[in-house]
Each structure stands twice: as structure tokens, then as C-alpha cells.
């Protein structure tokens, strides 16, 4: 993120800066696993919301977790998993690579087995953290005639500001893809992708059909903005999204669907509502990456 450009934070109608932090970085990915060194502090409380189930050989408990995450539980020369065992006295079986499956913690002590699933946890959730996002909740607004409309509006821009520095047609958004995005997601695995499809089924029958009355909702796309508090300085241009009606039926329903996959883990909480709004310009589109 440059310094001149940093992310930006809506709180109460008003514009915040957000300052990067320094992280340490890594050469190597695998090195990445001695962060466990790290958070043990932070991770001893235990959690007994985990189900522990008691056996003839002690007290056991599954975790489920996509296999593209096991590397950062077993560690550098399994040096993670060995920690792990050792400081909480536990054993933990992990499937091998590319085998989809539960990683199992048994021990002989209940608080030990709790102890060593809650540092997995924050592993798990932390090295998560850091993948990129697969998939993205959205609305598709590409109606035939936004597209024409969306066109329309390209076309006046470009004969009026084609001279401005940064603008051409590269930056503009395709108008088969105009949406509204409710949020981003990382789907590791089949059964995440699987287990998002019913949850927006589940959000469907709870919720989404009450708020909308079982029909369709009309929006409109009226009026920009900038992602910015520099006019000089703009990366993102986009359209305000609202109901035709001027109810709030559309914040309500997004805002809840956003509250569902927060509390679900799927998506990380960052914001506790949705900013209504379909990107038509965005610098990242840009075709040449050394263009200004």
C-alpha cells in the first residue's frame, strides 16, 4: 500500500486514513511457521465451546479445516505440530497432503485437548488471514439497459477528460460486469464452496424473502463518488446504488447477509455494514501498469 494512497475508513459520515503496519516478512513460506512462537501468549485461555468427546484412551477432538492450511499446523519439519504436542500434551493427527479430512487432537487431559485446539484455531484463522480471496458476494447489475446507460456515460467522460492524466478507456469497468459487492470471501476447499451455497440458501429462506416480499428489487444507479478524501489522488470512481422506492430494504438485506457469513467465519469482520455502491472506474483496471 503506498503511503499516499492508503485505505481509507468510513466511520460515522466521516473519512479516516488508515496507516499501514509494518510486518515481518519472510523469505521463504515455510519460515512463516515460526509465528506459533509468537501468539502462544495470547492463545492460553481455553474456549469451552469446543465439543470434547471422551474416549477409552482420554478425552479427543475433531477440527475441520481445509488441507491447504495443514502446512502451518505441522510446521518447518513438523516443528509446529511437535510444539504443539509437547505444551499441551496432546496427540494430533493431521491427513496427509492433498487428502481432505479432520485434524484429530487426543489427550489425556480435557483441558489439554481444549488447549491445543484453541492454539490451532488461531493458526488456522491467522495463516487464513493471509490467503488471497477466492470468491466475492455480489448483486450483478449488468441489466441491458445499465449497460447502455453505463456505455453512455464512458463515452462522455473519455470525449471530455481523455486529455486528464490517468484517463483512458482501460480503467472503466466492463458493463457485463457491474455489480454490488456485499463482501469478499477465501474458499479453500469444495465443502467451503458447498457450505457458502447453503448458507445464501439458508439467508433466502430466513430472511432474504421477507425483506423483499418475494419479488424482485428495484435500484437505481444515480450520482458518483470518489474512494478518496483527495480529489487529486482518486483510484476509484463509483456509482451510488439505492432503492427506487426509498426504502432501505437493500441495506437490510445486505447488511444481514453480512452478518451471517461474519458470524460463520467465512467472511472476516471488517465493517458492520455494507457500503452500497458499483465500481464503474477503478485504476487497477488499468491495461498498461506503467501508464500514469
Known amino acids: 500500500m ?29 519460515e512463516d511457521e515460526d509465528f506459533y512462537q509468537g501468539f502462544v501468549e495470547c492463545a492460553e485461555e481455553p474456549c469451552d465451546g469446543y465439543e470434547v468427546v471422551q474416549t477409552e484412551q482420554g478425552f479427543q477432538c475433531t477440527v475441520k479445516a481445509p488441507s491447504l492450511l495443514y502446512k502451518h499446523i505441522v510446521g518447518k519439519r513438523g516443528d509446529t505440530r511437535k510444539k504443539l504436542e509437547v505444551e499441551t500434551k496432546t496427540s494430533i493427527s493431521i491427513p496427509k ?25 488461531v493458526l488456522l484463522l491467522t495463516f487464513r488471514r493471509k490467503q488471497p480471496f ?11 439497459e445499465v449497460q447502455e446507460r453505463f456505455l453512455k456515460f464512458q463515452e462522455e ?10 484517463v483512458d478507456s482501460s480503467i472503466f469497468q466492463n458493463p457485463k460486469k457491474l455489480h454490488l459487492t456485499i463482501g469478499m470471501l477465501v474458499l ?31 435500484v437505481e444507479m444515480e450520482g458518483i463518488e470518489y474512494m478518496n478524501d483527495d480529489p487529486g489522488m482518486v483510484d476509484v470512481l463509483y456509482a451510488k446504488v439505492h432503492m427506487k422506492d426509498g426504502s432501505n430494504r ?12 461474519q458470524a460463520s467465519g467465512l467472511i472476516v469482520k471488517e465493517w458492520n455494514s455494507v457500503k452500497l455502491h458499483a465500481t464503474v472506474m477503478n485504476t487497477l483496471f488499468r491495461k498498461d501498469p506503467n501508464a500514469v
Open 157 to 166: 467522460v473519455l470525449e471530455r477528460c481523455s486529455m486528464d492524466r490517468g
Open 250 to 261: 437493500l441495506q437490510e438485506l445486505v447488511d444481514r447477509v453480512l452478518e451471517r457469513f
Open 134 to 144: 477466492t470468491h466475492f458476494l455480489a448483486f450483478f447489475l449488468n441489466e441491458v
Open 188 to 218: 479453500l476447499s469444495e465443502q467451503e464452496i458447498q457450505q457458502t451455497c447453503e448458507m445464501l440458501k439458508q439467508c433466502k429462506e430466513d430472511f432474504i424473502d421477507d425483506i423483499s416480499g418475494g419479488k424482485p428489487l428495484e
Open 2 to 30: 503506498e503511503v499516499l494512497r492508503p485505505q481509507l475508513i468510513r466511520i460515522g459520515g466521516r473519512i479516516y486514513r488508515k496507516n499501514p503496519i509494518q510486518e515481518q516478512t519472510y523469505q521463504h513460506e515455510e
Open 97 to 121: 497432503l492433498g487428502q481432505e479430512g479432520e485434524i484429530v487432537i487426543t489427550g489425556q487431559h480435557r483441558s489439554g485437548v481444549i488447549s491445543a485446539r484453541t492454539r490451532i484455531d
